[in-house]
């Protein structure tokens, strides 16, 4: 289901102390504006932050998972340990993972199935490098990532699917794709989603814009029709910015 949606993306910030501290502050400062919030702190303070949030509507998050349900594979979390600590929500191939980790769309179509099929959430980040841009291949370059990680789907895993457009360029960068720029992508997504699926599917997912949203640009880039809200990162990692950008929505 469409929905507005504003998710920090935590990265590898915050030990167990500050996670805490800024999710109590974040609870008692969290503004009721019917959008969903969700925050993705590591791996390892994810069961001390579903445990901390108890009945708040802050949904916790995870960053990344594995695509196997367990095994040989050092260092990893699969789909069933995150379901365990109550987790049901996973960001897959922020660009990040793409760039240090070297995920490719066909690990990143592994993984996407391999949540789906437990029932998960995904949150599917994909966004153009500077260079597509500049020389105009932006939309291919999107519309391909979105190809080879999920148009093999069957239009009902659609519903678990959540979508984050984030430039390459535009990520803890300071530098932010404007708001037209930020419509005319999205509008180009979900055009295309409806043309492969159909409008139906592609009017009921959620596109969220990520790239260095702050409380002074956030209003403006929600704005727009075709934005259903933000994946944050700098910004989340102070509860008045995030919670200013919660208000926005
Ligand atoms: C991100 O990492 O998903 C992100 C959007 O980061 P920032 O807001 O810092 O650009």
Known sequence: MRSKIVAGNWKMNKNLQETESLL?????????????????????NLTNAVRCLGASTIQVIAQNMHFADNGAFT???SAEMLL??????????HSERRAYFGETDEVLAKKVTAALTKNMRVMFCFG???EDRKSGNHFNIVESQLRNALFSLDAKAWGNIILAYEPVWAIGTGETASPEQAQEMHAFIRKTIGDVYDVGIANNV????????????????FSKPDVDGGLIGGASLNADDFVAIIKAI
């Open 206 to 221: 959620s596109i969220l814009y990520g790239g260095s949203v702050k409380p002074a640009n956030a209003e403006e880039i």
């Open 75 to 77: 260092g990893e979390i």
């Open 24 to 44: 109590a502050e974040l609870s008692a400062k969290l503004p009721d504006t019917g959008a969903e919030v969700m925050v993705a702190p590591t791996f390892v």
């Open 128 to 130: 153009e490098e500077l």
């Open 84 to 93: 365990n600590i109550k987790v049901d929500t996973v960001i897959i191939g």
